[in-house]
């Protein structure tokens, strides 16, 4: 990569590359785990498929081949009657279904954010 860079800095087309780009460029990817930490069945989406439903105590790994990530959307209201659908766009790391303390609604559930990924 930096052979690459020193040509196109001779051409006077870049300066630098940063390494996240330089990764999405030479075809990198992004690693994801979600796990749920609740008591609950959760049915959820992937880029806007419905993939499935992720047990209690379980957890699901997946990759992006591209460098925008991945969109996950579920209902944060377990309950059947109700729906409160969110959606977030994730980055590396591992995420956790898990209990929203802060509301006083005992059946909400948020996607939390608990560790990057270590890169190899």
């Not at 992937?46 to 969109?71: C, F, K, M």
């Not at 790391?93 to 990057?116: A, K, M, R």
Request: net charge negative.
């Amino acid at each position: 990569m930096l052979i690459n860079q020193s040509c196109l800095e001779s051409f006077s087309l870049i300066e630098e590359f940063d390494e996240q780009a330089a990764e999405t460029i030479g075809g990198g990817y992004r690693v994801f785990e979600i796990k749920n930490k609740t008591v609950y069945d959760i049915p959820y989406a992937i880029d806007g498929t419905l993939t499935g439903t992720l047990a209690p105590d379980s957890d699901r790994i997946w990759t992006a081949y591209s460098g925008d990530g991945l969109t996950i959307e579920f209902d944060a209201d377990v309950r059947i009657d109700y729906i409160k659908l969110k959606k977030y766009n994730l980055t590396d790391g591992v995420y956790e279904f898990q209990n929203d303390l802060s509301t006083d609604n005992p059946y909400d559930i948020d996607l939390y954010s608990v560790e990057p990924i270590p890169l190899f």
